[in-house]
Each structure stands twice: as structure tokens, then as C-alpha cells.
């Protein structure tokens, strides 16, 4: 039989191209999903034939078991495509317990010489269906020459986000033997093969497939952010349609083990969805799934149904798949138009200023469906990622009123936002991440969340950076999982660290505002001024790093006295985050300025600036930044209005209860003449004190305070080594610190801490290395007059 890709094969109105993998019908395209076309290229090239069940099944599954039903699906679907009823049997015909017949007139067509018939396989008589083969006659077996060859092209790949997805392979080769993949293993979803015309389901059912197949915690993802990396390394833009030959060759260059490619297909009013696993090294088919859908409103529905068949198929045991299996219109939405708006800002999300672009997508996927708890739930966090706390608490609080709509990976993600984002318990935020990294354990998000504000909030740095480098052995391009580290490693001194792991990302080409930031805080820390300045330089040319950069070099500008420069850049980053629309960041910078205005003794500019940031927002770390100032300029009444409120927002919080709660109730206390009480009250911040609480996390201002505080209150009860104790806990933890002003303050208290003790000695060196700290500062600074009038005094 010819299989040349030149012959064409023709009957009645159709003609079928095996090379293009179209049907035509009086030239115009019939649409139909690749496995039903595969049926009927078999059937034409044995026109006339008797081909049994066990030949076609083994000819459309070569390497799988499937069940029965799957070739009876196919030859129901090839039926209607072609317009075939049960009445008018033209061209395929069953015969009962046996198999089938294609029982039309079938020419082959050379392409190159027109319509020409080379072969005719027609009958004259007519045929029954029935009546085709006498009881007990058996089948021929189809030649050997009959194998396909071709391989279906309309698969598609789905990146998982939040990632955040569930890790560790397992997949059946079929029902019968399972073959396990290694424990690294990870899977690739391919964008679907869209025959619709309707772009309404373009990245919809690729996200739809992601939920589902997340919620296996035995299955892992290539992470979106991976893909998006990797395309970008393959010349290829970020966005890409991910089509099965470019998803394979992504698989291979992220170290995949396989690939799931789906289409989707419609037949008048009804749609047919397919979904096939490949081992994206060899080709080879892993398992395969088709099925139909009577209704566009039904299309989830039976994406939800093919997921849930096709985890089982690769080798997840059935309790599992049964115990994590929710809708896929439960976990996420019953609106097609609200998923793709969805789907659309979780890709664009990690392209460049792509939460400019996710946040009017979101806000339109809850406009279309105001209980869309996902949707609520990835707004919150993108909120969070630019520092709007206040907007992120209140879509995250939303998402957590609607969070048993979701799956149970899902549910773990809104819990640990909302304890996060919202009441701030980061005891409850860990619980729930254990939990989850149980539940996944080769989950990279939980892993990655738990190396972040959860364990560094807490002060647990060593746990950060374990989880951390679990993260990061999950996935490799997982870029928040290296700043974390990063981080942490800073926050404990160790800079050589920090920079190993640094360079490993820039090995991977990764490079995110964070990384800017964090080299920059490096060479500050090792006294790098030419790396201080490069980093800078490349932090103001970034446009997600530039206000970020700006407010940090204004900082280490206060830092050093230099007060004018300083409150210059920081104008500068305020305006950047207002004309970004980032109202709160904005805002905690301004809390910033007058925050050092209050402790370089300038008291009317720290009131000032105070209300500048309340009036741009009443976030949590701007309304402690306020009060801190306020308190520290001598407005007590106001400060204590705003430490009411935030004790009333947030009783659950770890930074406000264990932070910023004490340190400003012992600024109160000393207002009144009260260092004792002020001193007791600290203690309560004793747990946290080397954690690094929200303010500092976020804004790099606002660590170790509570024993800045406690070290002024043992000053004003004349108790100098208590205090001078309190002080070089400042100075012995730089890396918490960073270039907060009050690292400079420490040296100066310190000496008046050893100046009460009568250590001379001490006193002056201390006076001496504040001083050199300010040997480029302005003049007319309060405290710099202060200081050098009371040097003066020790000699």
C-alpha cells in the first residue's frame, strides 16, 4: 500500500493530505483533533478491508494499554466529522464484536499530476452494516507496512506559576506497568493546539491543565518563569507559543522528562479536547487522552475529567488522585473569559514591568467572576511584590473568604499569604508552610516561601537558607530562592556567602532588582565604594530597581550626615514610586527620611515628613515609621495614636506585636521620664530583636530599634554598661542593620555609654569613629554639633 506523503486520498467530497495532516471537504478545512485524523488515515489506506479493534488500537496507541472506549470515541467523532448517521452509513461501518470498514470509494491521488487516478479500491455493491461478515469470521491483521508515519502536531505546553507547583514524577507508560521517573524529573506543558477560531480558550486550558495537574503531589512543573528564561536563552521572545517541537526542545534544555501537548477542536456546536504525554528526549508516548465536550460551558469539565485520567495514566496511585481532585470550575472559576484574563497575568507577571500589566488583568478575571478565589489570591501577592501592603491585605482577605473554591495546594498558598500579607502571624504563615511542604514535598514555592519573611522575620536565618537551597535544587532558575539566601546569608555577616550565591544566578543569567540591591548592601558592608557605585549605577538605569536604589543611597547618605544630598534622593524615589502608582512604597520612604530627621535632632522635618507619609498611606510599616519619628521628635500624643491603630489592625502581627509595638511604647515611657518601665516594656521584643521585622525586610530601615531604644533608656538612668551593651549589638550585626543612620547613632551613644561609666578611652574612640562616619557631613546638624561639643569635653 503507498505511504509516499505525496499521495493524496479522495472519496466523495473529502480529501485527506497525510503529510499537511488535513481533511478537506470541496477544499475548505475540516476541523478534527489529530488522533481522530490518524483513525481515518488507517481506515482509507485499508478501504474496503476489515480492520479488527486490537489492530487499531495497537496502530493509535503503539505504546500504551488503553481502554476500549478510546477507539469507540474516535470512530464516534470521525463519524460526525464526516457526516455519517446511524441511518446512512456511507463510509464507516461496524461489524459487530469485530471491528470496522471503511466502505467508500477511495482513489489515490499523485499530488504532482492533479487529480489522477492511480488506484481505484471502489465496489459496485452495496453494503450493510450488519451484514458484512458471517458470526465467528475473523479479521486479518493490518500489514506491517501500515504503521503511521507521522506523530500528532496539535499538543500543547502549560507553565505552571505561582508558581507555584507540586514536584517529584511518577508516569504509567500504561494502566498495566507503570515507569517511574527520577526524582528530579519534571514536566513541561505545551500551549494548546487551538482549532476553534475562538481565542477564548488560547492559554486558558493550558493554565486549566496547570491547576489541575498541580494538584498531584507527586507531579512537578517547569515553572513559567523557567520557560520564559529559557526561551529567552534560545533566541526565542519570552512569550512564545510554546508548539510542540519548540515545548520538546525547552523540555530537553530544562532537563525535562516529559512533555504534555493538548488541542482542542470543534464539531458544530460540541468540542474535542485531547491531551498526550511524551517523553521529551525520545518521542515516545507516555499516555494519551481524548474526549469530548457537549457544550462550550462543559469544556472545563472535561479538561478537569482528562486531567484527573491522565495523573492516573502516568503513575499516580488512585488514593492520591481521588484525595486531591477538585474541579478545575470549583478550584478556579466556571468562566472561560475570567480564567484567560487569569492565565494572561500569570504569564505577563514575569515578563519585564509585568505587574503593571497583571494587575488590570486580574482586576478584569474579578470583574467577570467576583468569587474567582485564585484571582483575588495572585492580586494580593502582586500587590505584596511591590510593596502595596495595604491593597495586597485587602485582596488577599477576599481570597481567604473564598478559599474553599480552590484545590488544596491553592488553599495552602491563600493561607500563607494571609498570614503574611494580612495578620502578620508568621508562627501561623510557618505552620501552614510546613504543612504544604509536607503535603508537596517537592513543591520549590513552599520551600521557597518558607526561606523568605516567614523564617527571616523570625530570625531564623539557617532555616532561610536551607530551605532556600532546597528551592533552588527544585528548580534552578527559581530567582527568588537565591535572593532569599542572599539575604539571609547578608543578615548573618557572611558576604562571601551572600556573593557565592549571587554569582551563581548571574552564572544562570538571572538578575532581578533584588540581586541589584543586595550587591550593592555587599559592598557597602565590605567598604567597596567602586562596587557601591557600579551597583548604583546599574540600580537608577533599571526601571524596576530605580526608587529602590535611590532610597537606599539616600540612606547611606544620612548614613554618613551628608543630609541634604540625601533628602534629594530620596525625593527622587518618592516621585519614581508615585508616578508607578506605588502610593505605600512611596509613602514608607518618606517614613524613612523622617525617621533620620528624628534622630539627627532635626525634629520639625521629622514631624513634617511624618505626615507627608501618612498622607500617601496608612500602611503598616509607614504608620510605625511615623510614629517612630513622631515619638523620637517629641509628638507623643500623635505617635500614640498610631501605635493604637496598629495594635487594633493587627493582634495577630509578629513585627507589630514583638517590634514596633515595644520600641515605640518604651519611646512613650522615656517622654514621661520613665526609663525603667521603659526598659521592662522592652522586653517583650527580646525573642525577635535579631529577626529583621517588616520595615527592615521591605525598606532596609527599622532593625534592631528595640535595642537602640533600650540602649536610650539604660542612658537616661545613668546605667553606662548596660547601655554601651545594648549599642555594640548594633555595631556587632551590620548585616541587619545595613546603612540604617542609626548604625552611625550607635557609635556616638556608645561613647556617651562609656563617657558615664568614666572609660575615657573607650568614650573617645567611640566619639572618634562617629565622627569619622561624619567627616563629610553638614554642618548644622543638631546632633553633629552635639557630638563635637561633647568630644571636646572628654579632652
Given amino acids: 500500500m503507498a505511504t509516499d506523503p505525496k499521495i493524496l486520498y479522495e472519496f466523495g467530497p473529502f480529501r485527506v493530505d497525510p503529510e499537511k495532516q488535513v481533511l478537506l471537504r470541496d477544499n475548505q478545512p475540516v476541523a478534527i483533533t489529530p488522533k481522530t485524523f490518524e483513525t481515518l488515515l488507517i481506515l482509507v489506506r485499508h478501504s474496503r478491508e476489515a480492520v479488527s479493534k486490537d489492530d487499531l488500537m495497537k496502530e493509535l496507541w503503539p505504546d500504551s494499554f488503553v481502554e476500549e472506549g478510546n477507539l469507540s470515541q474516535n470512530i464516534f467523532m470521525l463519524r460526525k466529522v464526516l457526516g455519517d448517521t446511524p441511518e446512512d452509513r ?18 489515490e491521488v499523485s499530488q504532482e499530476a492533479g487529480d489522477v487516478v492511480i488506484a481505484s479500491r471502489s465496489r459496485s455493491h452495496t453494503v450493510v452494516e450488519h451484514t458484512d461478515r458471517a458470526p465467528g469470521e475473523t479479521l486479518p491483521a493490518l500489514p506491517a507496512k501500515a504503521q503511521p508515519r507521522f506523530r500528532w502536531k496539535f499538543m500543547v505546553a502549560i507553565g505552571a506559576v505561582l508558581a507555584l507547583l507540586a514536584v517529584g514524577t511518577v508516569f504509567f507508560l ?3 506497568q507503570a515507569v517511574v521517573l527520577g526524582e528530579t524529573d519534571s514536566v513541561l506543558i505545551a500551549d494548546f493546539t487551538n482549532a476553534t477560531g475562538d481565542p477564548v480558550f488560547d492559554e486558558t486550558l493550558r493554565q486549566g491543565l496547570a491547576v489541575q495537574l498541580e494538584q498531584s503531589p507527586v507531579l512537578s512543573l517547569v515553572s513559567d518563569e523557567r520557560i520564559q528564561r529559557t526561551l529567552g536563552l534560545m ?10 517541537k519548540l515545548a520538546k526542545e525547552v523540555c530537553e534544555r530544562t532537563a525535562g522528562a516529559a512533555v504534555v501537548e493538548g488541542s482542542i477542536a470543534s464539531l458544530g456546536s460540541q468540542y474535542v479536547l485531547g491531551l498526550r504525554a511524551k517523553d521529551c528526549r525520545t518521542g515516545s508516548i507516555l499516555a494519551e487522552e481524548q474526549r469530548q465536550a457537549a457544550r462550550k460551558e462543559d469544556v472545563l469539565s472535561v479538561l478537569s475529567q482528562m486531567a484527573r485520567e491522565l495523573r492516573s495514566r502516568v503513575g499516580e496511585s488512585l488514593v492520591t488522585v481521588a484525595k ?3 474541579p478545575l470550575e470549583e478550584a478556579t472559576t466556571s468562566s472561560l473569559e475570567a480564567l484567560k484574563a487569569y492565565s494572561t497575568a500569570r504569564k505577563v507577571k514575569f515578563l519585564p514591568a509585568g505587574y503593571a500589566s497583571a494587575v488590570p488583568l486580574l482586576n478584569h478575571a474579578i470583574e467577570i467572576d467576583p468569587n474567582f478565589a485564585m484571582a483575588y489570591a495572585f492580586l494580593g501577592r502582586t500587590y505584596g511584590d511591590i510593596g502595596e501592603f495595604a491593597l495586597s491585605a485587602e485582596s488577599t482577605s477576599k481570597a481567604y473568604q473564598l478559599r474553599n473554591h480552590t484545590s488544596e495546594r ?36 513552599a520551600h521557597g516561601l518558607l526561606s523568605g519573611f516567614t523564617s527571616q522575620g523570625s530570625g531564623n536565618y539557617q532555616e532561610a537558607i536551607e530551605e532556600g537551597k532546597k528551592a533552588m535544587s527544585l528548580d534552578p532558575d527559581f530567582v527568588p530562592a537565591y535572593a532569599n539566601v542572599a539575604s539571609a546569608y547578608i543578615s548573618l555577616d557572611r558576604l562571601e556567602e551572600a556573593e557565592s550565591v549571587l554569582q551563581q544566578a548571574a552564572e544562570r543569567k538571572l538578575e532581578v532588582p533584588d540581586y541589584i540591591l543586595f550587591r550593592y548592601y555587599i559592598a557597602f558592608l565590605k ?12 540600580g537608577e538605569a533599571h526601571p524596576g530597581a530605580n526608587d529602590w536604589m535611590l532610597h537606599a543611597e539616600a540612606l547611606t547618605l544620612a548614613r554618613s550626615g551628608q543630609l541634604q544630598r540625601a533628602r534629594g534622593m530620596s525625593r527622587r524615589a518618592v516621585d519614581l514610586a508615585q508616578q508607578a502608582g506605588q502610593r505605600e512604597r512611596a509613602a514608607a520612604f518618606a517614613a524613612g527620611v523622617a525617621v533620620w530627621e528624628a534622630l539627627c535632632g532635626n525634629l520639625p522635618a521629622a514631624r513634617q515628613k511624618a505626615s507627608k507619609a501618612l498622607e500617601l498611606s496608612k500602611g503598616r510599616d509607614v504608620e510605625y515609621g511615623a510614629a517612630f519619628a513622631l515619638a523620637a521628635a517629641g509628638d507623643s500624643s500623635h505617635a500614640q495614636a498610631l501605635a493604637d491603630n496598629l495594635e487594633k489592625r493587627f493582634p495577630e502581627d509578629t513585627s507589630v506585636q514583638f517590634s ?3 520600641t515605640l511604647r518604651a519611646l512613650f515611657a522615656l517622654d514621661r521620664g520613665e526609663p525603667s518601665h521603659a526598659i521592662e516594656l522592652l522586653q517583650t521584643a527580646v525573642p525577635y530583636e535579631l529577626a529583621v521585622p517588616g520595615i527592615d525586610y521591605y525598606f532596609f530601615f527599622g532593625g534592631l530599634y528595640p535595642a537602640y531604644v533600650r540602649g536610650e533608656a539604660y542612658l537616661a538612668a545613668h546605667r553606662g554598661a548596660e547601655a554601651a551593651t545594648e549599642f555594640q549589638k548594633i555595631l556587632d550585626h551590620p548585616g541587619i542593620v545595613l546603612s540604617d543612620p542609626i548604625g552611625a547613632m550607635a557609635h556616638l551613644r556608645l561613647g556617651q555609654a562609656y563617657a558615664i561609666e568614666g572609660d575615657t578611652t573607650k568614650a573617645k574612640t567611640a566619639y572618634q569613629d562617629f565622627l569619622t562616619l561624619w567627616k563629610d557631613a553638614d554642618p548644622d546638624i543638631p546632633i553633629y554639633k552635639q557630638a563635637k561639643a561633647e568630644y571636646v569635653k572628654l579632652h
Fill in 410 to 445: 491553592e488553599r495552602f498558598f491563600i493561607d500563607v499569604t494571609y498570614h503574611r500579607q494580612v495578620t502578620g502571624n508568621l508562627e501561623k504563615a510557618h505552620q501552614a508552610l510546613e504543612l504544604w511542604a509536607e503535603t508537596y514535598p517537592r513543591d520549590r514555592d
Fill in 324 to 326: 486531591y481532585d477538585t
Fill in 235 to 244: 533566541g526565542q521572545p519570552p512569550d512564545a507559543k510554546l508548539t510542540p
Fill in 527 to 538: 567598604g567597596d565604594k567602586p562596587g557601591m557605585e557600579r551597583e548604583a549605577a546599574l
Fill in 660 to 662: 514596633y509595638l515595644p
Fill in 174 to 176: 500504561h494502566r498495566r
Fill in 90 to 107: 456511507r463510509y464507516i461501518v461496524t461489524l459487530p464484536g469485530k471491528g470496522y470498514r471503511f466502505v467508500a470509494e477511495v482513489r
